[in-house]
């Protein structure tokens, strides 16, 4: 069935230190994979993504690599700043054309210590 | 601000009661999706609806049901509440460009079931 697994749950780093998150999926169909932060009690947002054609994208301090082969896909944060620290989510799209749906992994929450 | 926007924020009622929470997806969007956020079960999936025509469904409790409008806002009733059913629930609208799989989610309905 459609899985996405998330590890680790929690993560706490030093400001300036990397964070790095890691997913993976189960339906090898899946062909899109977004990264959402979500401050506490605020919405989802997205905040990078990439599709299955791709391996790796980055933007500014954030970017995401993807193995196809592996089923797997990672955020990296470098430099990380006090107000990195959010719960973070990796999902994986299953559908296509105008018919689909994101399933979540269960979440990151990151603690950057000033 | 994603463009998406949600009502209530926040509603409180009993077990036995009935609800209706609403969406309007960003302008020009065509698809709505539905998502529950409850603290041990995470973002789940609920259903999807296309230009008023439900597309994709999770695994969404009968109590519940879903429709989408000519205006394009939609709506999730939630029937016979439960306890159990208090959570986050968001939406999320994505663009009406077939491929195009970025979701961007509403701030959210807390629904408090006591």
């Known amino acids: 069935g459609e899985n996405v697994e998330q590890h680790p749950s929690t993560l706490s780093v030093q400001e300036g230190d990397s964070a790095v998150i890691k997913c993976t999926y189960s339906?090898?169909?899946?062909?899109?994979f977004p990264w959402y932060k979500q401050e506490l009690g605020k919405r989802p947002q997205l905040i990078i993504d990439?599709?299955?054609?791709?391996g790796e994208k980055k933007d500014q301090r954030i970017a995401v690599t993807l193995n196809k082969t592996a089923k797997h896909f990672s955020l990296h944060i470098t430099e990380t700043q006090p107000e990195d620290s959010a719960v973070y989510f990796c999902?994986?799209?299953?559908?296509?054309?105008?018919?689909?749906?994101?399933?979540f992994g269960q979440g990151t929450t990151l603690q950057v210590k000033p | 601000d994603s463009g998406v926007t949600q009502t209530p924020k926040h509603l409180i009622t009993a077990t036995g009661q009935r609800v209706t929470l609403r969406c309007s997806p960003r302008?020009?969007?065509?698809?709505v999706y539905w998502y529950q956020q409850s603290l041990d079960q995470g973002l789940q999936f609920l259903i999807q609806?296309?230009?008023?025509?439900?597309?994709a469904k999770g695994n969404i409790l009968e109590r519940f049901s879903a429709q989408q409008f000519p205006d394009l806002h939609s709506e999730l009733n939630l029937s016979s509440l439960e306890l159990g059913d208090s959570a986050l629930y968001f939406c999320?609208?994505?663009?009406?460009?077939?491929?195009?799989?970025?979701?961007?989610f509403g701030p959210g309905t807390r629904l408090t079931v006591t």
């Open positions: 999902a994986s799209y299953y559908g296509s054309g105008n018919t689909g749906k994101l399933i």
């Open positions: 990439i599709r299955s054609n791709v």
């Open positions: 609806y296309y230009n008023g025509e439900e597309r």
């Open positions: 339906d090898s169909a899946s062909n899109y």
């Open positions: 999320a609208s994505s663009p009406r460009t077939s491929g195009a799989y970025e979701q961007y």
């Open positions: 302008s020009g969007d065509l698809s």
